[in-house]
């Protein structure tokens, strides 16, 4: 019982973190439940689809910081689909495509060539963001046909079903990562490449297989936090990258690869979505708290993840 | 041993023969960018990310990182203010607790990551956000230090005999960290851990206490860069450092530093920096017109890109060379591999380049093609915006004395910069500015900072002091910081403008009005009241917290609101980032927090439609938006009755009144003591004092907002 507990503290200390906030706001501002809380799970939808993504990437004992730019990308050139009036089945394919090509890219540098993934997707990131910028120059993509928001159903509708398929997609790979062999060769290769290879796995196609999906995913979620919207700016998912990275880790996914759940990454989803609209609620008579609101967040984050001092105490 | 120094060497000597294949480029593209100045302005501007740089490759060859430095780098600038202004100590002390306080920002990191086992990614990404946050919180994003005393700026940003401070305490900071590294115990303890942390600990090293060490320096470091920051640019805020720990991880694994661990050089770290630093400053002297291009510029953009593809290249080499390496261990003709490694490296790097040239080729040609489309395009739009508006008689009256520009005898080149790049407002802007540049024949120079590292601008305006412009034209993203630049820039005969944002009034010749922050202020305010009938709470979107312009509109609006609405109050202010989804979920919030909030005011481009698009979801329509943007992108909503009101000026007359005002001041027709500036289609404009005056803020609403196309 006390090693369950154990094992799992990272995720216990967040979800305990996370259900405090929601037991302070239940509390002194239960107008929170009202609206806000169904807008911060439809506002973390696009992110929980790339921490899915990204617990792959982090379990193989990689990272990718080009996702930001690759979101962007991916929105733009769906909205340009939409543009020229391509039907949506063919928008949709656009943006799955581009975050898949991008992803493939990475996966190749990275798996074949042996590049380190941080460096890689450094330049990625840079490389992306800087050509989107000099070729749209700040332009937003507008005048979309009216199918391309919310798919062209209603408000309400478009709603559920960015919620829906963010859950799904957790959902499936939730399961994935616990009884299917990909899943399963993932967290070999994350724990011992080499290992991993001698059980016959192979490792540099289960690398490359993580930066494509992460690449698909992000065109998921760029498609489903763009049809939010009548156009789409440039600068949809920029930072998107920290925010992502962040959550996966104070989920409890290890940096050094092979440890990590995806209920971590949804927890911690969840607590940094949540942080910031907390903070209105909850200072909303005192106009100054905004200018606090990075330093709480970072305090937040030292507390979530400071149980980990206790691994010196307990051996694993 | 020996092998793994020649696998550093040769990486080396990749990076020397990168550096001087810019030399060369960048010579032949350039006219002025060999020159010693130049060589001395790009080291001032490099030196604070140097030491940040230098102490990243401490922590990288332990396999750790730290993110944390650019907040922290903020937060001691910040608290380096705060002590010397409104604590009143002497700024000698007030340096050494700035110091202090970098210290104990890396002995914090150091203390989570070696006692408390935390790995530095969480760690540095946590205090990232715990810095930054602080240095936002004590200042309110808003409060602007400047002006420090002289002694200050001549210790630590000084040019005794032309030669920079930045010099010896960037050689005495690489001797410093050369020794540490490459000539200590420490230094092997470092690397030993890197490579293998139990390795480490069977080896006798005590791991825990070592690892804190490159935290520890790091923070030193990121004090020391404020400092030198701070009295380069003589101005500091909360926004002082960002971005600059990913500048200073490109130079370190550029440099040929293992991001793994265990493999590190401060030599390469050294050349890593100035291929980047030189390459950028290259850019922006670039005159591709000297190799018989239509173009004088390279776009901004091209700096990012082409060091990021440099970076894939270099690890790309590194990683080559090393397996090919232990190969060569196995053959035993070491040498001779290396001969030819070093040939087939040079024949590589050479054709990368040529590879980069002929990139640019195609890619300047379409620049060409393209802005030559937009320039008619423009023409026609900027008429027939202008007609309209004239028609229906709201707007101005008809220009007075209007004409059309005629070419000058003596073309001459402008360099003016917006805010940043890649941002539509001032794309409207840049339109305006060629089609004038155009009539006149003058060569215009558009560049700016790509990022929202505030020093860039300045860093800017140097070179094109260096590239010896005949006027500079700013819109000011940090009045007294930029400030620092353009006085130099006058004491070197170049005429200054200002446009847009003003710098600090001694710091330009004339300014052009296209209004006062306090024009804005009152007109955003007295609009919003109008469509809350002078009662109710509203809230403010801003850009980002630490936004110059956004504070100073912020101030006057407050003003406004005290004076005259009484019974209006503001409930809260929150940051959209110039992200338009980021506005929407900020929008989004704020509804469903104070119900009472009947209206929005959004004062950044991209929070007036994404506050929109939030109040058209919430389905309420008791509230509204009113704000600061462009029409193209908030006609939906005007029309929808969501926003009344959207007040803005035209941009596209303010980037052609710039260039023209620019050649007239050059000419000598605009000099102190003129009244009024013939200014082509735009007619015969005000000049008061030292203000040309575009006229009055516009607002744009139902019944016009058609009439406009930007």
Redesign the interface.
Known sequence: MMSTLYKHRRQLSVGAVYLAMLGLLAVLRPDFFHKQFLGVFIESAPVLICAVGMTWVILARQIDISIGSQFSVCGVLAGVAAQMHAPMVVVVIVALLAGGLFGAVNGFLVGFVELPSIVVTLAMMVLLRESLSWIRQGEEVNQLPDYFQWFGSTQQIGQWIILIVAVLIWMKFFFASRYSTAGRSVFAVGSDFEAARLAGLRPRHVTFAVFVLMGILTGVAALLNAIRFPSVDVKFGTGVELKVIAAVVIGGTAISGGRGSFIGSLLGVLLLGTIGSMLLFLASNHPGATYWERAVQGIIILAAVATDALERKRPA | MPIRLDAKSLQQAVLAQLLIVELVLFAVLSGSFLKVGNFLTVLRNSADLGLIALAMTTVIVTGGIDLSVGSLMGLCAVMFGKLWRDAHVPWPIAALLAMVIGLVGGVINAG?IA?????P???T??????????A??I???ADNFTHFPQSFLAVFGGQPARIPIQLPVLILAVAAFYLLLHRSTIGRALSTIGYSPDGARYAGINVERTVAIPYILSGLMASISALLYAARVDQVKADVGIDYE?AA??AV?LGGT???GGRATIIGTVLGLFAIRLLENGLHMADPARLGFSTHQL?P?????A???L??VA??LD?RTRKVRSVARIVTQELDMKNSQIAVLCAVILAAALIVVGGNFVLINGITKNSAGQTVHVAIDGTAAAARVTDDGSAKSAAPGASALARVAHPITIGMMPKS????Y??ACKKGAVEAADALGDTLLWDGP?GSDPGKQNEIVETWINRGVDVIAVSADNAAGISTALREARARGIKVLTWDADAEPDARDFTIVQATPEGIGSALMDNAAKVMDGKGSFAIITAS?TAANQNEWMKFIEKQRAAKYPDIQ??????C?????KA??EA???L????DVKLILAISS?AV?GAA?AVK?SGRTDVHVVGLGLP??NK?YVKAGITPAVILWNTMDLGYLTVVASQALKDGTLKPGATSLDSGKLGKLKVDGSNVMLGMPFVFNKDNIDGFDF
């Open positions: 989570a006692r408390l086992k935390i790995h990614l969480i760690v990404l946590a205090t990232f956000s715990l810095y930054r946050g602080i936002e919180g200042t309110g994003g990913l991880i490109t694994v293992s991001i793994f776009a953009q091209l700096a990012g890109i060091t990021s593809a970076l894939l690890i790309g990683h790049v890649g941002n539509p001032f794309i790509t917290l503001m409930k809260v202010v929150r940051p980032d110039d992200q338009k989804d929407y979920s989004n919030a704020i469903n927090s104070f119900p991209a439609p698009e979801q193209n992108e939906p």
